[in-house]
Structure formats: structure tokens, C-alpha cells
């Protein structure tokens, strides 16, 4: 670890020590080698597992047991995907996510901005209490809201629709902040033009301000897909019927076994592989904007 | 936090009239959803939890009884299978938290100081590898962790290359710190320790240590969320800057002094979002014990998350569970509140006051999207790294 | 401000007033659970059957029966497969929209039943004293009969005979002693596989306290008797297999439960119920296996029991058509059918006889209905007994006295 620390930019050096400048230089190097050596090995901690879950869902049931960590199966065989897609809810699990996580995707998106615009630029009395309560709420941890949330959905009589697992994810306060802190950070310039020519603050909002919120939309929207992508709890708590099953719900009962009582691990890692694809795909098409998030939501 | 900013209001009174009311509607829809599916549900769990409902018809009507404290009383003071569940619950938590957050700390700190270096080649590759997991959801990963660490899973093959014979992790309720005692003899506690407890459970048995298959839990945790926390580090590096160190090295400090001397006191705020989103999310785990273990074995994967949900969703104590997850709810705010008193600096700039101000309202932010822990931490990222960068 | 915190009041009491208006109107349904006179009947709706399956067979034979009188009736009905069925099914009830007709396990009837989530239809079943006493009282609560059997099983040892003849052992080696149980055992341990495995639950060691003459409560599920001393020597006779090193856990051999354990070869024998001939069938169409009696113990014989009642729930909208389809399903052919195609014995004398002749070699289950015991059925107990299970995980370095003991003021708590 200590030797990791390695950094060869030029700079001007006052040599008064000839010796100790070459000491330097060697240990520099000498890191560099432990440096990558030691991220290496990391990063293929960091991956195996996922190579050797897609492995082994193209295992046989015996293979898989049998042969836990090599890379490439005896027999190859698409069992596993064919069992899922063709003779299992599957298809149906993966329907409903997409659904919900687009409808709450969009919401999410035109919801946030639009407090978030309020919040942060227009003037109205309760703006301060509104934001206090907003940063109350935030504070509330999730699981706390499970049974609170199944009481609600159930006396307004959604449960077990569409309309119950979508509606109580339209809004994402941490979303309303993030939206809010870009609406500060823009100038106002563009906007007191448009209020000079009489424009409504709906079409400002909408034709002029959204479109300069381009990179902290992206951020939201890409928080708001994973988010509701790999939402659990909300699912359990807001639905009972095999029809509106998501695909955590659906691959969690997987995992406890549902559809038999033996092991079948390439079924089950063959659904988990299927269900990362989504957000693995939107992580590589958006991976510059979330890596580098300092051109995202930050302020200037 | 200065809500009202500074922004000049000119043009503003032009429309002044107008925006008092599209600031209500433009407001309307968030309040309406926060309103009705948290504020509401809140206050309805909170009479649940002082009530007997049984989970069946309305808790509101004439059949249900108004409890007193009987609900809480059960999990936290009377003697029988409520309390000791919990008691169990809350200390498998305590442990998991315990090693799970500095754990996850550390590796995202050490991860985002290999990577900070300029000249590395490939940063963007192990940045990718990295954070990966984070993306993924806490129901996949858990699928795979079963796998990997089951009787005759990948880990326990690895293991054997070298000789060892690995446990049966999720089936494996021995405690750590028991195995570690037990491996130099003592099998039994001293009997100040067995003879005495809290929760209905024996002191003995607070000193378990987390069980193996809570272990392999925490492996996974860390797995998923080292990424996450890892790119608010790098962020917050970035906005340092090397100019300071590289003087250092010149100086003949080695890596070691400098990571501790130079870097990490500048890292402090970040440290202390990551610990607070830590706290936060360890104690809500949920999503990988409903996947996975279900508590088991022995209940050693019992957390008070999951205990609360099943109560009332399995047991039809709805009292109960609503009671647990009001306790929970107290136990994170003095949890925060504890690691706050523990890393305040003792004398604050006004500077330094306002950016924890700012810092504590992100955090909640960031923790509202990171609960359920597991995936749910992206959101940490782009808001905390945000303002790090801005400080 | 202060008229922005009055808006904010105004705005926060109207969306309560929304609230509470939908709580007194159409969100709940009444409390009252429909006495026998007075069944729902709205017959435009669909039936949902709720079942937990072992697999495929079940699966498919319980649809297959669905649909033939749904057909017949002209009704619309459909099967869905529980994942957790105790959860789905409190879910249900606490959300006002259960499933109709759905398994029900006797350890969960209690909790249900209180609550008012059950309908007791028992009295509306015409052959009704044709099923066993004990499962119907099993299946009953407060005296009222919620839920009729939909089949019975018992356990039994269940031994691989290829590793049986392999080990040098013939039918007259077949163990009738613990003692001869724990001969049979050690010399079935290879290194490939031990001799006996068994999951770590009150519903397999159970049998081993039932022939001590022990087991969690006595016969009439009114009195706790865990850390009797019957109770303590059988599972100790447990500890004694499960640390000789020939015996282990399912679970710690990497298989879900004791039949898995057997077919994949990692166990020469298990103890397990007449449901084996199904998934046996499907999951390990080339294992050869023999089902034999369980040893006797200090007491004599002993095993354990079990049913799944076909409950009805008292939200169902049309509670005659329940009724209706549960008695198809009960009835004679149907039963049978179910036994051909998973492997279920029949809950009624009438048809013992029969299944007897139809599958001889499962017929060791069926006699183990004269001496089987049956599981705490008290509100509540399926909480002890969950937790009796997760301490029999760390049976090998705990006294079963102390796990008993706990057990004992636990059940204590729940029977009154």
C-alpha cells in the first residue's frame, strides 16, 4: 500500500540532495510495477464473478455443480435461458420492470425538475417550509416505510396495480435536490428575458430552462432508471398477483425456489445475468457522464 | 442552508403574482406524492404500532384497540421470543455495521488513491471494474453470492487449491469471534457473561461475532458498495489537487506518512458523508437478506429491517413490526447522531460550520436514494461528489 | 409566511380529509366473516387458487384438476404457485384481496383464523367424519372446523439401494433399534457421502422425539412438553448421529432438503415423506430407493405427521364457488389423481385402502399414520417452532436440554 503513491509530473525540484532524489525516483518506479500489480489483482476480483456467473448459466445443472469455477462449460447449453423465456413468468417479470421503471423514469424526470425549478427560482410564500419539510422527509430510512406504505396503498385501494407501484416513486426527494442545486448554479439572465416578454412560467420552464438542464436530466434520469430498476422492497409491499411480479420479485423467489426444489444454479444466474443487462448497458452508453459527475449535477 | 438565495429579483416582480401560485403548482405534485406516501403512511404505521390490529379490515375501525406501549414493550422490555428476536436482530446489525462501514471506508478510500494518479494508464478500466457492481441490483448480486459462496461454490474450490476446507457459508451460524475463541479452546463464556444479557440475549452471545453467513453478506456489501463511495473519494481528490504531496514526496515523507498526513485530513468531510451514508444504509439492510438467507441459519442473518417485515407480513404482527421499524428509525438518528459527535472537529470555522451544514443536507439526500443500501447509492455519488468538489 | 404555512395546513389537511374518506368508504371490507347460512356468491368473479408446490407434477396436476371444474362450472379460475406462501397469504388478508382457496398449513391456521381471515366451512362438507380425527382437529380452531385435508403424509426412512447392497447390507439389516440405525449409518459413510441426512427442523428430528415418546407438545396440542424428558433423549440420539459424524444436515451437505441430499448421492439414506415419489420421479428419474419404517426407539415406534388443509378465505367474493371447487377437489377421483401424480396420501379411511393397494411401495408411510404425531398447531407456534428449528443448526455444540428449555418457555408463552 505504501509504495503505491507514485506520481512522475515534472516538477521543479530543488536537487540539494542528489542521493535522496535518486532514492525517490527508484522507490517511483519500483511502485509503479506494485501499483498496477495490485490493481490487477483487484480488478479481477472485481470481475471474475460476474464472468463466472454468464459461465455458468450456459452450464447444465450437474456441470455447474460439479465444476464451480472453471470458465467454460463442459457442454454448452442454453437450457437455462430457454427454461426462462420459454416455460417460466420471466417474460412477464421483465415486462412489468420495464414498465415501471420507464413510467417512473419520465415521472421521476418532470417531477423533480419541476420542484426542483420552483424551489430553487420562483418566489412563493411556504418556499422555505416546503424545503424544510422536503429535507425531513429525506431523512426518513426506507425500510421504515414498508408497512407504512402497504397501509396506504391498500386504504386508497391501488394494491396490487400498476398504478400502486408507480405512483409512490414519482417522486424522488434526493432528485428534487439535485435539480435544484443545478437550477442555482445556471444564470438567470436567459430567464428574466423571457419573464420581460410576458412568457408563462410553465413555457419558460419547459422550452427554456429543461433544456439547459440537460446534464443534470441525464443524472437524474440515469438515477431514476437504476433506482427503480433494482427497486425490491416497494414491490413486495405493493403487489401480491404473479401478473404484476417485477423482476426482483420475480428472481428473489427464484433464488428461495420456486420453480423447483433442487439447486439449479444456471436458471438463477442465467435471470440475474438477464436482469443486469438494462442497467449494464445504460452504465456503458453513460459511463463519461457518471464517471466524471463533476460536469453533472455540480455546481460551478 | 439559504434557501431563498441570492439571486437578484428584478425581473422577478414582474410576475410576482403569477409565481406565487405556478411556485404552489409546480410544487403540487411532489407534495401531493410525499404527502400522501410518506407523511400520511407514517402516521397511520405509528397508530399501528400502538395498536393490537391484526392485520385484517381497516386498523382504523372500532374492532381495533388502542395497545399503550405493549407493542414496543414486547420487542424491547418483556422476557420471551419478540424480545430475543430482536435482541438477536440488533446484534447481528451492530456487527455487520461495526465491520462492514469502516471496511467499505477504507477499500473506497484506497481504491480512489490508486487511481488518482495522473500517469496511470488504464484508469478508466479499473474505474469501470470497480464501480460495476454498484450498478447492479442488491437481487442479482445476491443470486450470484449464493452461488459463489455455497457448499460446493467457486470460493470454497478456490479454497481448496490451497489446501483449506471453506465453511458452508450461508448455512454456517458460527460466530467470528467464537470461532476465533474456540480455535485457542475456550468454547464456553465465563459465567458473568452467559449469566447476564440484554434483549434476552446472553452477553455471551452479543460477543458472538457475526456469524460466517453474515460475513459472507458483509463481502458482499462491501463488493457492491465500495464503487460508489470510491468515485466520491476520487471526486474529492481531484478537487485537492496533488500540488501539496508532490512537494511532500520531494521531501522524503514516504506514501504512508502522506496518505495520513496530507491527504486524509483533506479528505475528511468526504470520510464523514461516506460513514454517515455507511451508517445509514447498514442499518436498513434488507433486499440480500430477503433474497437470500431469510435470517437464517440460526437467525444469525436476522436484521431488524427484515424482523420488522416479517412480524407483520408473515407473523401478523403488525403491532410489532410497525413498533421495530419506529426503534429503528430512533437507532439510525443516534447513530448519526454519535458518529457526528465523534468527528466534529472541536473547533469549526465559520467556513467549516456552513459546509456541514450543506454536507448534512446532501447526506440526507443521498441517503433517502441509498436506503435499502445494496445498488441504491448512486445517487450518493453525483450529489455528494458534487459539493465536495464545490468545497 | 404566515399565509404560506396556512396554505401548507390547508394543503396537508385536504389530502388527510382524501385519505380518511377512502378508509370509511370502499378500501376494507367488513369484519364479520360469513357464517355458513350466508355465503358470498358473486360468480362473475375469477377464483385464484394460491398453492405451494413441490415442483413441476404438483404444479401442474392441481391446475389440470382447476381447470376440469372451472370448465364443468363454467367458471374462471386460476392456479398461482406461492414462492412464501405464509406471506402471500397474510398479505392477502391484511390487503382485503386474498387468494379464494389456497393450502393451508395447521401451524399458520391459528394466526389466520383469529383474525377472522378464514372461512369455516368445515360444517358444509358432507363427508367429513370420513377424514382422520387428528387432522381435523388439527385443522380447527376455537371449535370450528376452517379447512378440510387435502391429503396427509407421513415420514419415514427412505434408504439409496445401490449404496445400501454397495455397503455390504440386505434386507435384514434394515434397522429396527437406534442402535441398529446407528450401525447402518456409520457403515453407509464413505467419503463420497455420509450415511443419514435430514434437515435441521422440528418436522424431521421430531420423529426421533416422537420414539422417545416425547415431542413439543402432547396429543391434544393443549400442554407443552418440549424439555420433557422423552423429548430430551430423543434429541439426543439426533446429537449423538449428527456428531458420530455419519448423519448430517441437508444443509450442510449443500443440498435444500434430505431428498436432494439422497439424489444427488451425497447422503445413503434420509428421512422424508411420502412426497419423495414425485420429485424423485422428476428430479432423479435413475435413482433406485426403498422406503422403509423408522427405527423404534425407547418408546416404540414414532414418526410425524402432517397436513395442508384447502382453506377459503372469508374476503373471497364468492365464497359458494370456493366451497364448491374445494369439494371437487377433495373428492374421491381427484384425490387420487393428485396421489398419482406427486405422490399425496389420501386424508380420508375410505381411500387408504385403496392407495395401499396402488403403491405398495410407499406403503410404509401409510401405516405410520397409527403412530405419528402431529405439530403445535396454537397461534403462534409456527414463530417457536421457526425458532426451535434455528437453534437445531447449532444442535452439534449445544445441549439439547438447553435448546429445549427455550423452546419449552417459548410454547409455554403461546398455549394458555
Known amino acids: 500500500m505504501s509504495e503505491t503513491h507514485t506520481s512522475l509530473t515534472p516538477v521543479t525540484l530543488r536537487q540539494t540532495d542528489e542521493g535522496r532524489f535518486r532514492r525517490a525516483l527508484h522507490s517511483l518506479i519500483h511502485g509503479r510495477v506494485l501499483l498496477y500489480l495490485a490493481l490487477a489483482v483487484i480488478a479481477l476480483i472485481y470481475i471474475l464473478p460476474f464472468v463466472i456467473q454468464i459461465a455458468t448459466s450456459f452450464k447444465s445443472d450437474a456441470d455447474a455443480a460439479a465444476n464451480p469455477v472453471s470458465l467454460i462449460p463442459e457442454v454448452w447449453t442454453t437450457a437455462a435461458y430457454r427454461r426462462l423465456f420459454l416455460n417460466s413468468d420471466f417474460p412477464v417479470w421483465f415486462k412489468n420492470s420495464v414498465i415501471v421503471t420507464l413510467v417512473v423514469t419520465a415521472g421521476r424526470v418532470f417531477f423533480d425538475s419541476m420542484a426542483g425549478y420552483a424551489l430553487s427560482r420562483l418566489r412563493f410564500p411556504g418556499r422555505n417550509l416546503i424545503f424544510t419539510l422536503l429535507v425531513a422527509v429525506m431523512s426518513v430510512p426506507m425500510v421504515v416505510l414498508l408497512i407504512p406504505k402497504f397501509l396506504i396503498i391498500k386504504t386508497l385501494g391501488i394494491y396490487d396495480s400498476y398504478l400502486g407501484m408507480i405512483l409512490p416513486l414519482l417522486i424522488d426527494a434526493s432528485g428534487v435536490f439535485i435539480m435544484k442545486n443545478f437550477f442555482e448554479s445556471i444564470p438567470r439572465s436567459v430567464e428574466e428575458q423571457a419573464m420581460i416578454d410576458r412568457a408563462g412560467t410553465f413555457r419558460i420552464f419547459w422550452s427554456i430552462v429543461l433544456p439547459m438542464a440537460r446534464p443534470a436530466l441525464v443524472t437524474i434520469t440515469i438515477l431514476s432508471f437504476q433506482g427503480s430498476w433494482n427497486e425490491l422492497s416497494h414491490f413486495i409491499v405493493s403487489t401480491q398477483s404473479p401478473a404484476l411480479t417485477t423482476l426482483t420479485k420475480g428472481v428473489a423467489s427464484l433464488a428461495s425456489g420456486q420453480l423447483s426444489a433442487g439447486s439449479q444454479y444456471p436458471i438463477k444466474l442465467a435471470a440475474a445475468a438477464v436482469m443486469t443487462i438494462p442497467v449494464a448497458v445504460l452504465f456503458f452508453a453513460f459511463q463519461k457522464r457518471i464517471m466524471n459527475t463533476s460536469e453533472g449535477s455540480v455546481k460551478e | 442552508m439559504d434557501v431563498t438565495g441570492t439571486q437578484s429579483h428584478g425581473a422577478t416582480r414582474i410576475k410576482h403574482g403569477n409565481e406565487r401560485l405556478s411556485g404552489w403548482l409546480f410544487c403540487m405534485p411532489m407534495l401531493v406524492i410525499l404527502g400522501v406516501f410518506l407523511v400520511i403512511p407514517i402516521t397511520m404505521a405509528l397508530w399501528v404500532s400502538f395498536s393490537d390490529w391484526s392485520g385484517r379490515g381497516s386498523p382504523f375501525s372500532s374492532h381495533v384497540n388502542f395497545a399503550g406501549f405493549s407493542n414496543y414493550a414486547a420487542v424491547l422490555t418483556k422476557p420471551g421470543l419478540a424480545q430475543s428476536d430482536f435482541g438477536t436482530a440488533i446484534r447481528n446489525n451492530a456487527w455487520y455495521t461495526l465491520l462492514v462501514v469502516p471496511l467499505q471506508t477504507l477499500l473506497s478510500l484506497l481504491l480512489a488513491v490508486m487511481l488518482n494518479r495522473r500517469i496511470l494508464k488504464a484508469r478508466g478500466f479499473f474505474r469501470t471494474a470497480f464501480y460495476f457492481p454498484s450498478v447492479t441490483s442488491s437481487v442479482a448480486i445476491t443470486v450470484l453470492w449464493m452461488f459463489l459462496f455455497g457448499a460446493s461454490g467457486s470460493i470454497n474450490a478456490m479454497l481448496s487449491w490451497v489446501g483449506i476446507n471453506g465453511p458452508n457459508w450461508f448455512n454456517d451460524p458460527r460466530g467470528l469471534i467464537q470461532i476465533l475463541l474456540g480455535s485457542i479452546g475456550i468454547s464456553k463464556g465465563p459465567s458473568v457473561l452467559t449469566q447476564h444479557g440484554l434483549l434476552g440475549l446472553s452477553w455471551w452471545e452479543w460477543l458472538a461475532g457475526p456469524s460466517v453467513a453474515m460475513f459472507a453478506i458483509m463481502l458482499m456489501v462491501i463488493f457492491t458498495t465500495s464503487g460508489t463511495f470510491m468515485l466520491m473519494f476520487i471526486a474529492a481528490l481531484q478537487s485537492i489537487g496533488e500540488g501539496t504531496e508532490e512537494a511532500a514526496i520531494m521531501d522524503g515523507t514516504n506514501a504512508w506518512q502522506r496518505l495520513w498526513h496530507i491527504t486524509v485530513p483533506q479528505l475528511k468531510p468526504t470520510i464523514f458523508t461516506v460513514v454517515t451514508l455507511g451508517i445509514i444504509g447498514t442499518w436498513q439492510v434488507f433486499d440480500q437478506i430477503y433474497t437470500g438467507t431469510k435470517g437464517g441459519p440460526s437467525k444469525t442473518t436476522?436484521?431488524?429491517?427484515?424482523?420488522?417485515?416479517?412480524?407483520?407480513?408473515?407473523?401478523?404482527?403488525?403491532?410489532?413490526?410497525?413498533?421495530?421499524?419506529?426503534?429503528?428509525?430512533?437507532?439510525?438518528?443516534?447513530?448519526?447522531?454519535?458518529?457526528?459527535?465523534?468527528?466534529?472537529?472541536?473547533?469549526?470555522?465559520?467556513?467549516?460550520?456552513?459546509?456541514?451544514?450543506?454536507?448534512?443536507?446532501?447526506t440526507l439526500a443521498s441517503a433517502q436514494s441509498a436506503s435499502g443500501l445494496g445498488t441504491g447509492q448512486g445517487s450518493a455519488r453525483s450529489t455528494s461528489t458534487g459539493d465536495a468538489e464545490h468545497v | 409566511m404566515m399565509r404560506g404555512r396556512t396554505?401548507?395546513?390547508?394543503?396537508?389537511?385536504?389530502?388527510?380529509?382524501?385519505?380518511?374518506?377512502?378508509?370509511?368508504?370502499g378500501g376494507f371490507s367488513s369484519e364479520d366473516s360469513a357464517s355458513a347460512g350466508s355465503?358470498?356468491?358473486d360468480s362473475s368473479k375469477e377464483l385464484n387458487v394460491l398453492i405451494a408446490s413441490s415442483g413441476d407434477p404438483e404444479t401442474t396436476a392441481v391446475k389440470a384438476a382447476v381447470a376440469a371444474w372451472a370448465k364443468k362450472n363454467n367458471r374462471k379460475a386460476t392456479v398461482s404457485v406461492a414462492s412464501d406462501i405464509n406471506q402471500q397469504l397474510s398479505q392477502g388478508f391484511a390487503s382485503g384481496s386474498p387468494a379464494d382457496v389456497f393450502y393451508l398449513a395447521p401451524e399458520q391456521l391459528a394466526g389466520y383464523a383469529a383474525n377472522g381471515s378464514l372461512l369455516a366451512y368445515g360444517d358444509q362438507i358432507s363427508n367429513k367424519d370420513d377424514y382422520y380425527q387428528s387432522l381435523l382437529q388439527s385443522l380447527s380452531y376455537d371449535g370450528k372446523l376452517y379447512a378440510i385435508p387435502k391429503d396427509v403424509s407421513t415420514l419415514q426412512l427412505v434408504i439409496n439401494t445401490d449404496m445400501w447392497s454397495a455397503a455390504g447390507l440386505s434386507a435384514s439389516d434394515y434397522p429396527k433399534t437406534w442402535s441398529d440405525l446407528e450401525s447402518v449409518t456409520a457403515k453407509l459413510t464413505s467419503a463420497g457421502h455420509v450415511g443419514l441426512s435430514f434437515s435441521p427442523e422440528y418436522a424431521r428430528v421430531g420423529a426421533f422425539m416422537a420414539q422417545a415418546g416425547g415431542g413439543l407438545v402432547n396429543k391434544d396440542g393443549n400442554k407443552a412438553t418440549a424439555n420433557s424428558a422423552a423429548s430430551v433423549k430423543g434429541l439426543t440420539e439426533v446429537k449423538k448421529l449428527l456428531t458420530s459424524g455419519s448423519a448430517a444436515y441437508a444443509s450442510d451437505l449443500g443440498a435444500g432438503w434430505g431428498g436432494e441430499a439422497l439424489g444427488t448421492g451425497k447422503a445413503a439414506m434420509t428421512i422424508e415423506g411420502n412426497w419423495i415419489s414425485g420429485s424423485f420421479s422428476a428430479d432423479y428419474p435413475d435413482l433406485k430407493y426403498k422406503v422403509i419404517d423408522l427405527p423404534e426407539g425407547p418408546a416404540g415406534k414414532g414418526t410425524m405427521q402432517f397436513t395442508n388443509g384447502w382453506g377459503i378465505a372469508a374476503d373471497s367474493a364468492d365464497q359458494q364457488g370456493a366451497v364448491s371447487l374445494v369439494n371437487y377437489l377433495a373428492s374421491n377421483d381427484v384425490v387420487m389423481g393428485f396421489a398419482k401424480a406427486f405422490g399425496i396420501m389420501p386424508g380420508n379411511k375410505t381411500l387408504a385402502t385403496q392407495w395401499k393397494d396402488d403403491y405398495p411401495a410407499l406403503s410404509p408411510f401409510m401405516d405410520g399414520l397409527k403412530y405419528a404425531i402431529g405439530v403445535p398447531t396454537a397461534k403462534g407456534a409456527s414463530t417457536v417452532v421457526s425458532d426451535f428449528n434455528s437453534q437445531l443448526a447449532q444442535l452439534k455444540t449445544t445441549e439439547p436440554k438447553t435448546i429445549l428449555d427455550k423452546t419449552q418457555t417459548n410454547l409455554e408463552a403461546i398455549i394458555k
Open chain 3, 7 to 25: 396554505a401548507m395546513a390547508t394543503a396537508i389537511t385536504a389530502v388527510a380529509a382524501m385519505v380518511l374518506t377512502a378508509c370509511g368508504g
Open chain 2, 302 to 362: 436476522l436484521t431488524p429491517a427484515y424482523l420488522s417485515y416479517s412480524a407483520a407480513f408473515d407473523n401478523q404482527e403488525w403491532g410489532q413490526g410497525a413498533a421495530i421499524s419506529f426503534v429503528l428509525f430512533v437507532i439510525i438518528i443516534v447513530m448519526t447522531w454519535i458518529q457526528r459527535q465523534l468527528m466534529k472537529d472541536r473547533k469549526m470555522s465559520r467556513r467549516k460550520t456552513a459546509y456541514y451544514a450543506a454536507m448534512k443536507a446532501e
Open chain 3, 39 to 41: 355465503l358470498t356468491s
